[in-house]
């Protein structure tokens, strides 16, 4: 996974760099000065953020470059007090302009206690504490320095920090007037009473919000709906204006809609409950709260996404930049909320801003540690753009990020001093059923007899019986499904590993029964389970069981564009292409700007061809096309996309030159990458060479036809800079020779005594040398011959063709190789460029790089369960090992060795780790479940698929048949007996094999003996 994040990063900085050359916008400078402090390249950072700042004076481009500086100088070679002084300026001259900025403040207590100012770096790291209390490093540094630093939010430590120092609205008007009298008359039982009762309202109200925090924090559906009766309670018995509980409340709500269950109920009180708390008088107290800006804000988006929906994006537009100006108004005014990072993603995300919509959603994510949705909706970002190995990480994350988050909920209802206060407040009946334990319903009375004190200072309270069934019942869920979900999709779209996603789906079902034995599977995480599930089949071409899962995912949620694509995918292979493009415009009518839809619909309509192999769908892919340069502008999808329309259509020219754009976009473009690279092999591929014998001797002979000219000029036109560079080198190589060695000959003459022996020699040597060079001469002149028969159509002499056409060849095998080999390096795990660049080595004759690749390609696609595909490559694996050796029996018996081999591994691998599992059950003591322990059902189909794909692949080579066989009996074998009697017979016929071949060692030997072949 490391290897994995820093070719990610390399990929994010190389990319950015690119763009900073024309463009120091914030999109492009801050993500590129982060990703070089993450990678410690300080000095790195420092430049970019310098040459940003010079066009945008952005806050946080101010706070990277003074973290730059500070980071710049733990280098004992750098100016250290000097580099100090920087970045402490940077920071002070951030807070001028953002005094309530949390990230600067701690900043600047790093940079003080470098500098032994450990006074002003408490002060610092005090403030930043305050308007951050959750994040550790404040807290740790304080408490380093010898500070005794705990939370002090009244909310909670699921309470992210905003509503700090935010004072709650008293209920009770006669409060401060009763508290001044009890502090003078406390023998007056009444003023005493009046005080008691105010502090028990004002800690229920406490204990309410804390516990409905906790359920929300974990963005379960179960912990939703358990918050809404919590906050009710609130606004029912304690205060119906109450601004937090509205407040949360209309989250909640907006939340369970969104993520969960699509009623109207549930966005019916998003509306009312946003609609009461504007409504509550509390509009000073509001406009100090983050996520309130962030409901205001949510709303907005909520409308223009309607309008989206409904077609009108130039109003939906117009109500996203209103939005985000709003969001980027109050932002500076209000200290940082995880809400209002999700907000301001999906509104930007809205706008097509996905660079800037990402680094919202990731700082939601780092903010909002305790809720795996804002993890889960970064990770979600990458998915719509195509990013997938980012999203399987983040997904990853989001996942481990909910069980995290459980724990900390139970540690927190666990909590024994918070049974002692807050907690105690709840009032059972209402939510854990009619019990109602004594203790838990603590009165004023109780106050009061437990001393006159507790009721002045409300600090002590008497002590109370915590109800078990509190812990219990407001438990939260271990998992986060959707996450899971999410993590196998990103998977399937990569197309890189598809055993490994069908075991993801299998595995995320298996979770989901738990999930839901829990109570805990909503409609929408079940809609979506059977989404996954109709991926999978489709994916194994069961289009049967595809359409059934799809059908029960589209009867829960129609309102999910995915949804339809797939429905429309698997219309589209089974040649109802009609139906399809009806359900692909149900689908990118819902999601206009989810790239992912566009890519399927384009290369699903390209399925449509007619007899002649042309598209009969060219006008709806235009379609797609034109919507995808009019909501995305004209970026590498666009262009990879036409170029695979022209394509079809036999321009293939055309094609080219589109690839070549959308590479221009992005050159680790996978698809346009390969695509490059195989048109160059497919269209070489007539005008490669044979093998003729002359005499004793064997010579190349490129078999070049006059309808080849066009072609074989568009190659010259294509490399013509290339290859006259390559004869220039050449002929300077030889004059560099022949000037060293005349240099020789003149040193050699200056001698006394001369050796004429030696001067022969270096004659001899020199007049090699300019024989060359007049030989590379002679082929720069026939170069220009050459192209003039073909402009001429006049056929060139053979020796040319043979010289020219080997220069060009080998001008396009490197062309088509850089192709090849970028895409391979876009996606390491994907087999297809491993099979291209082993095609390229065998169609060169280099068999034993062929085999290295080929070898490669073949374990790729049957990790991918691409039998087909594995099929193929196996055929041509043992080619090439046949071809490679001198001798064709020396040949036939190391292809027979290869595959040998590889049959073994595969059969050992899953024999030991049954094995495992069965020595697990022991160790368990589970006798009984050892010895009914078998593999799984897909565990075998696999191997047998397996050996009969390496069956049919070595049956059609007569010295390989009789392995062919052996492998089919193997497979029928496993089938019948199992792995563990397959390997003993596989092991035992070793054995003889070996035997047989100790006694009579020509028998190994299949084929004809003493054939030869050329290397």
Known sequence: MADQ?????QKDVEELEQLLRNDASPEVFLPLAEAYIRRGFPQEAIRVCQKGLKNNEHPKGRLLLARAFFDASADFKAPKTALLKKALHEVDDLLNKEPNNWEAHSLRGDILVEQDDLQGAKDALKKAHQLNPHHPHARMLLKSLGEDIEIQD?????????????PVPQTDSIFKTVRDASIFFLVIFSGVWLYAQNAIHEKKIRALVILARTQQATAAYSNLKKAIPVYKKVLETLDPVHPFALMHLTEVHYSIWDQHERTDAYYQGFRDYFTKLQASGSRDLLDQLAPYHALRALVAYDSARKKQLDGKFDEADKDLKNANDYINKWVPEVAIHPRLNWVHGLVAEGLRQDRLARANFKRAAEIGWNNPYFRYRYAYSYLRSRKFQDAHGQFKSASEQGQQNAGNVQGELADRSKQKNAYCWINPPSLLGNSAPRGLELTTLDLLQDAANAALEAVTVPKCSFHPALQTFYAAHNHYLMADIGDALAVFDAGVGMSAAFQMVRDTLKLAETVKKDGDLSPHNEAWL???????????????????????????????????????????????????????????????????????????????????????????VEELLGKIKQNFGEQDAFFYLSGELSEKKGDVEKADELWGKALEKDYEHYEANLARGILRLKRAKKLRPTTEKKGKKEEKVYPLEKEDFPLVLGYIKLYDKKLREKFKKRNDDWKQLIEKWEKRLKDEAAKTPRNPGIEKKVKERIKEYQDGLKASEEDVATYEEFQKDLKAENMPKKKIINLQMANILEALDEDAGAFIEQAMQTRPGSAEPRFWVGSLWHSNQRWADAQGHFDVAISGYLRDLDYDNAKKTSKLLAETIIKGEKEESDGIERATNTFKQKAAMLIRQEVVKFQAEKAQFMAQGKVADAEKHKPKPETIETVVRTLKMYSEALAEFEGLKETAEQFKGDAETVEKEGLEKTWDKMQARAREEAANKEKDPKKGKKGKKGKKRKR
Do not use: C
């Open 5 to 9: 994040l820093a070719a990610t990063l």
């Open 530 to 620: 059977h989404y996954l599930e109709a991926k999978m089949y489709w994916h194994q071409n069961d289009l049967t069981k595809a359409q059934a899962s799809i059908e029960k995912a589209l009867k829960i949620a129609n309102y999910e564009g995915y949804f339809f694509g797939l429905q429309a995918m698997i219309l589209a292979r089974q040649k109802k292409f009609d139906e399809a493009w009806t359900n692909f415009q149900k689908a990118l009518g819902l999601e206009p700007y989810v790239l992912q839809i566009y890519y399927d619909g384009v290369l699903s309509m390209l399925e449509a061809l007619d007899a002649n192999g042309k598209p009969t769908k060219a006008d709806k």
């Open 154 to 166: 009244e909310y909670g430590p699921f309470y992210i920090n905003t509503e700090l120092g935010v």
